[in-house]
């Protein structure tokens, strides 16, 4: 028994100069995954229900579907069908980047990726959909003295909270870059879980600060997807 938790960028057609490609997947591609996931009986959770699994509540069928970035495309492209077929997702905000763009990789990607603006964020979060906090740079954890670091956690915890009214209960580590350290600031900061960008599903007994997901590619086709699904996956 495990929760797969899934990892989405961009919902997109990549411009023809984006590099590295495959960190969209394509909106029709999308909708099928979804279509599919409804079709095998999965239901999908958010951190509350992860916790619970976590230390020992027994769940079958649970997704946890995850947007690192929060780029407008998600907006535009994957929550309409999510709420088209009644599923939810975290999406992971940069916090100091709300309105802006992909600054800490536009040039590796040769593209500038707009980030939703509060505005957009607020409503999602009205619709059902969970926020999380995807520090305040999107810069490597594990560089930071630990004054930069706690800034990065903490404050973009708070600075969510204080905008959106809610409890911020999820932290996922900008470029899956953690270690003790780093966790250990996360757990301190009070949130409940982090996601890293290790390859695997959720099982009961884990480390719920650095929780494993399936990657999901511009070419997670359907076959690829229920691979992914299985017990085989790692
Ligand atoms: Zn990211």
Known sequence: MSIKALMYHSVGIPPKEALLKSLYTNPRLFENQVKILKVLGFKSVTSD???????GKDMKKKVCIT??????????NAIPVLKKHGFKAI???PV???GEYNKWDFERLN???PVASWKRIKEALKEGFEIGSHALTHTPLTHLDDKSLKQEVELSKKILEDKLGVEIKSFCYPYGDYNERVMDFVREAGYKLAFSVDSGHIKKGDNL????RIHMRHNTNIFRLLLKLSVLYR
């Open 111 to 113: 593209v500038k990726k």
């Open 96 to 98: 100091n980047l709300v």
């Open 91 to 93: 999406i992971f905000v």
């Open 67 to 76: 947007f690192d970035d929060a780029y407008d495309d998600v907006f535009d």
């Open 209 to 212: 600060y650095n929780l494993k």
């Open 49 to 55: 229900e992860i916790v619970d699994f976590v230390k």
